[in-house]
């Protein structure tokens, strides 16, 4: 079909192109509201090409221009990023769709600026997801917090405002200090940032020091919410729900962990971080960052907090994936990355659409709503037990992965870790459901439908059922990942 | 040591007048003597670079011709001169001298007509009181 | 004729002083448009002049002898790598400050004075392109003085709508006269040991003498004089405000080139005239300009934190910017040599545009400039504000901005220096640096404006430089191999490798 460099070409000018277009139809809600599912089905049908590709051995690249000596603006896909490829497209078609309905139903300003600004996001995403080297990577990485900053302080009170700021502080904070000296440090001492398969610093970089390096990342990656460095994203809920649907569960902590992936698969190489052990100190931080934000879920109360930190708990099972650096934790990381993304959006979309239908926030206030919205809730049961790991639900295979990883790597308290999180997981998540089916309403509450906010959460609450039937194309390319 | 010194005695002359000036523009609350120290300042140095330019037993460094005007005058040799560069350039300097002076004192009268005042301090206080009631004029 | 090419130097120097004074003896309303063909000469000889050097010089020095004298005689004018680049920055940014200097004018000049002021505006940018050119050490000091003197004409014309700008001229004045004489009085001594004033051949014979002590005092005087100029920590202190009271387009042509051009000089001065003594540049590189350095980095932004007026903050950022082009040159490396030069440039787009685009605004707002008078604009004025946010991202380092590549560059020469302490400050200026820019941006675009929410107006004459400087600053921040190189061959001249 497409040569797979027009592909990269058109996957990354698409989502650009509605952010151009939608200022001008700013008079014309009806068209510029179509604008994003458009583009987000012509941006997926280009990272299915891409994928395509990658699957059949090839690697699509496009270099854009020289930047300085040595230094390319490029864009070179690896297996990793085809698969965050297909994810930040295909759920943007959703999200688009869903925040259609989400705005109008809650009648809200700004609603061009928020669209463009949102096409924008994604294009940083795709961007990070086929960077060809790891300073192209940085630079969209950036490119990504500023163009969400609008969006988060989108409602312009003073609370979204202070949100902004520390939103801004952290990410821009954590990137400038710690993430940049890490990708000079990496260019200086292996000579290139581009990435390859085995990593580019074995043989390069002093094993003393890779643990210290990896520190620089893992904390200077602040998108990935690794403990300390979470604040940002239960502030980050401030902003309209299709923001934290498609960016904070999505777009914005994928690039996250996709970066911490990439960074030790194809940068450091992950038999080099396993060897040199540079990891084990990550290892134990992940898991508390898992353990300890599911302890905080469960004391959220507003719904959207619970998801943040739970978000925030998800995130860590992919970071610690990474520092497992075994065969099967990296494909289990890889694997997360899909169904963690397909689950979680769901959640958000089924907390949106219960506050634009029934304009209720907390968990405690859900009693008895299942039956007055069964779809939506139906959809959240599905997507938590993707998160918690039964099957047949899409999260069991990664969970499972990541567990043999740890044994691969003769973790136990590892193994139990994930299944005490999982036991946590059960108890936050499926408390809404429980309340929803199995308590008696409060108080009467008014239900108005939206079918945009209730079709969508459907839509991915199936697909994470679909994916552990065929989670295809994701299966190949987690094992092209870890090809020697 | 003394010897020395005094043998030296324009240099010391020199640092001194250096010396005073910028004390002078420093501690110094009235504007028209900062500008006379800077004056003070400007004059250590010409005095400085024509002490660097004097030649022991030179004289003033224009050319002395021997022979009469119709065989053609050509310029006599053995004669010590001092070095002319230096006030070559000390002219440069002077009229820089000049115009950083008279630069000076018309800012001066422009500040008196604007703040009624040419001592530094109370210059300053009427800043503090505009920037407090955030003025510009 | 067909020898003008030769007489270039001379040509781009002499051309802004003599249209200098046309344009002070006719009437006012032809001084903008002298202005913008003095200067727009002077840009187009540079290029030619550029493309002359890399052709018939083939790169190396080329020498011009003013007046026929040969050096070291003679006064000369030299154009090498390094030469260039600061020629091409200041002629370029002279030119797209002149063009949106009438439009910044309107507000806080007379029109009858504009003759006298484009005077003395192009006396400023004439003496600074001689100030670089030359190559006789006080035919310097004399092009310090023009342009010195005429600036501090130029912020003091700011007085009858600020008045504090003429006590900020004064001081200007005052401590300027002081550098410039500490910088005679090095030259005075360094005269005294070598004979001779022209920098080439000073270079040879210093080294000749250096175990004598008044080699050392000149370099401490003339260091310190220009250190004087180019507001270098703790001499830097007329700087916020002379910038930060005076006319807009005066700050926007000063925060763009003036004190780039004493960086400069300051450079030329350590590696040029005093690099043939051994070890002596780099040891007063390492343990005095560094420190400096860093104490500037870290007041300028501390303090324009704290600062609640617009101009007065970005003045204050440009001392840290100040500080983070000398620390490049602190490193004494090829690599901090060339970070240096490429901030030299790129910053010289960002304040320029900075320095408009906060003129456009605060016009439209009753100019004033402090942030609460700036409530709102951002949405009132798009074109314009939209010119300034890029520019304030490129002051940041946004990747894909000409700021993130002299960011990138002066971090990776600091780490090959091995100064991992010197990073984490650099590091955490730069994200100070983003709490002030986003006071601007809220202040701009999310804070309710004061008086009402229609659209103002835009002057085409100030965004359309504005716009030209903000993409700019993306090209060179895309594609910055043009700046890079440039900026590594004239560290390649100073380190000695070339000539």
């Not at chain 1, 759920?91 to 869903?98: C, G, K």
């Not at chain 1, 719904?303 to 708990?313: F, G, M, P, Q, W």
């Not at chain 3, 700011?158 to 001081?171: C, Q």
């Amino acid at each position: 079909m497409i040569a797979p460099s027009h592909a990269i070409i058109l996957g990354l000018a698409a989502p650009l192109a509605v952010a151009l277009l939608t200022p001008f139809l700013g008079k014309r809600p009806q068209l510029r509201d179509v604008l994003g599912p458009i583009g987000g089905v012509i941006t997926f049908v280009a990272a299915l090409q891409v994928a395509l590709a990658v699957i059949a051995g090839d690697t699509p690249e496009w270099l854009v221009v020289n930047i300085s000596s040595g230094l390319d603006l490029s864009f070179r896909v690896t297996a990793l990023g085809a698969i965050f490829g297909l994810v930040a497209s295909g759920l943007w078609i959703m999200a688009a769709v869903y925040s259609v309905g989400y705005m109008r139903g809650t009648n809200e300003d700004n609603q061009t600026r928020f669209a463009a600004f949102y096409a924008i996001a994604v294009h940083a995403a795709l961007a990070i997801a086929w960077s060809g080297n790891l300073l192209v990577l940085f630079i969209f990485y950036e490119v990504l917090t500023f163009s969400t900053y609008p969006l988060v302080i989108h409602k312009q009170n003073a609370e979204a405002i202070r949100a902004g700021r520390l939103y801004m502080g952290i990410l821009v904070g954590t990137s400038l200090m710690l993430l940049l000296p890490a990708v000079v440090w990496v260019w200086l001492t292996a000579g290139t940032l581009d990435f390859k398969q085995g990593g580019i610093l074995s043989g390069q970089l002093d094993p003393a020091l890779a643990p210290w390096m990896l520190a620089l990342f893992a904390f200077g990656i602040g998108k990935s919410a690794l403990m300390p460095i979470h604040r940002w994203l239960p502030a980050a809920m401030v902003a309209p729900t299709p923001v934290s649907a498609l960016l904070h569960a999505v777009a914005v902590v994928k690039a996250g962990v996709f970066t911490m992936l990439t960074v030790v698969v194809y940068i450091f190489g992950y038999d080099f971080v396993a060897e040199t052990g540079a990891s084990t100190w990550l290892i134990w931080l992940a898991s508390f960052t898992i353990l300890a934000s599911s302890v905080i879920a469960i004391q959220k109360d507003d719904i959207k907090a619970r998801l943040a930190y739970s978000t925030i708990s998800q995130l860590s099972y992919i970071v610690l994936g990474a520092a497992l650096a075994s065969e099967m934790a990296i494909k289990g990381a890889g694997l997360h990355i899909v169904m963690h993304a397909s689950a979680k959006i769901t959640l958000f979309f089924c907390a949106g659409a219960i506050y634009v239908s029934a304009h209720l926030k907390k968990v405690s206030d859900l009693n008895g709503l299942g039956y007055q919205m069964p779809m939506v809730f139906i959809a959240f049961f599905l997507g938590a037990l993707s998160i918690i790991g039964i099957p047949p639900l899409g999260g069991s295979w990664s969970k499972f992965l990541l567990m043999a990883g740890a044994a691969e790597r003769g973790m136990m308290l590892v193994i139990l870790v994930l299944a005490v999180s999982s036991l946590l997981n059960v108890w936050y998540l499926l408390e809404p459901v429980m309340r929803g089916f199995f308590m008696t309403p409060k108080q009467d509450v008014k239900v108005s439908y939206h079918p945009l906010v209730v079709i969508p959460p459907i839509v991915t609450a199936l697909l994470s059922v679909v994916l552990f039937f065929v989670p295809w194309p994701f299966s190949t390319l987690i094992s092209m990942m870890v090809m020697p | 040591m003394l010897d020395q010194l005094l043998s030296h005695w324009n240099y010391i002359i020199v640092v001194l007048l250096m010396m005073i000036g910028l004390f002078i523009v420093i501690s110094s609350m009235n504007l028209v003597k900062k500008l006379i120290g800077l004056s003070l300042f400007q004059t250590s140095v010409f005095l400085f670079y024509i002490s660097l330019g004097k030649i022991e037993g030179g004289t003033a460094p224009i050319i002395i011709t021997s022979g009469h005007g119709d065989h053609g005058s050509y310029p006599s040799h053995d004669i010590l001169y001092s070095n002319p560069l230096p006030h070559v350039l000390i002219l440069t300097a002077i009229v820089v001298g000049v115009a950083t002076t008279a630069l000076g004192l018309s800012l001066v009268l422009r500040i008196k007509a604007s703040f009624n005042s040419i001592e530094e301090d109370e210059i300053l206080a009427e800043k503090r009181v505009m920037k407090s009631e955030g003025r510009s004029s | 004729m067909i020898d003008w090419i030769k007489h270039l130097p001379a040509i781009i120097v002499v051309l802004p002083l003599l249209v200098a004074v046309i344009a002070a003896l006719l009437p006012a309303r032809f001084g903008w448009v002298l202005a913008l063909l003095a200067t727009a000469g002077s840009s187009l000889a540079s290029v030619v002049m550029m493309t002359d050097f890399m052709t018939r010089w083939a790169g190396f020095r080329m020498s011009y002898h003013l007046g026929g004298w040969a050096p070291p005689w003679g006064i000369e004018f030299s154009v090498d790598h390094a030469t260039a680049l600061v020629i091409m920055v200041i002629s370029g940014l002279g030119f797209v400050a002149t063009m949106s200097s009438k439009s910044l004018f309107a507000n806080e000049i007379s029109s009858d004075d504009l003759g006298r002021v484009y005077g003395a505006w192009l006396l400023t940018f004439g003496g600074l392109l001689g100030l670089v050119m030359t190559a006789d050490a006080f035919n310097l000091f004399v092009f310090f003085e023009i342009s010195s003197l005429a600036s501090v004409t130029l912020v003091a014309m700011g007085g009858g709508y600020d008045k504090r700008a003429l006590i900020a001229a004064f001081n200007y004045l005052i401590i300027g006269a002081i550098g410039a004489t500490f910088y005679v009085i090095g030259v005075g001594f360094c005269y005294a040991m070598t004979g001779t004033l022209n920098m080439l051949d000073l270079a040879v014979r210093l080294p000749e003498v250096n175990d004598q002590i008044p080699v050392y005092i000149g370099l401490a005087f003339m260091v310190t004089g220009v250190m004087v100029k180019a507001a270098i920590f703790p001499m830097h202190f007329w700087l916020p405000p002379s910038y930060g009271h005076a006319p807009m387009a005066v700050t926007t042509l000063l925060a763009a080139v003036a004190t780039k051009a004493s960086l400069y000089i300051l450079v030329r001065v350590l590696m040029t005239i005093f690099g043939g003594i051994d070890t002596l540049p780099q040891l007063i590189l390492q343990w005095v300009l560094i420190p400096l350095s860093l104490m500037a980095i870290l007041l300028g932004t501390i303090l324009a934190i704290y600062e609640r007026d617009a101009k007065l903050m970005l003045a204050q950022s440009s001392i840290a910017q100040i500080g983070y082009i000398v620390l490049g040159f602190g490193m004494g490396s090829l690599a901090g040599l060339q970070a240096g030069f490429i901030h030299i440039a790129n910053h010289a787009m960002i304040k320029g545009g900075m320095f408009i685009g906060l003129g456009g605004l605060a016009m439209a707002v009753a100019g004033k400039t402090k942030l609460n008078d700036l409530a709102g604009v951002g949405r009132r004025m798009p074109f314009t504000a939209t010119g300034f946010l890029i520019c304030g991202l490129s002051l940041i380092g946004l990747p894909l901005t000409a700021g993130f590549i002299s960011k990138l560059y002066l971090i990776t020469a600091v780490i090959e220096a091995g100064y991992w302490q010197i990073v984490a400050i650099v590091l955490f200026s730069s994200a100070l640096s983003v709490i002030y820019l986003w006071r601007l941006i809220e202040v701009m675009w999310f804070t309710p404006s004061n008086s009402g929410d229609g659209r103002l107006p835009e002057q085409v004459m100030i965004y359309a430089p504005l716009w030209i400087l903000a993409l700019a600053n993306i090209w060179f921040g895309i594609s910055a191999s043009t700046i890079t190189e440039m900026s590594y061959g004239a560290a390649q001249v100073l380190m000695g490798g070339m000539t």
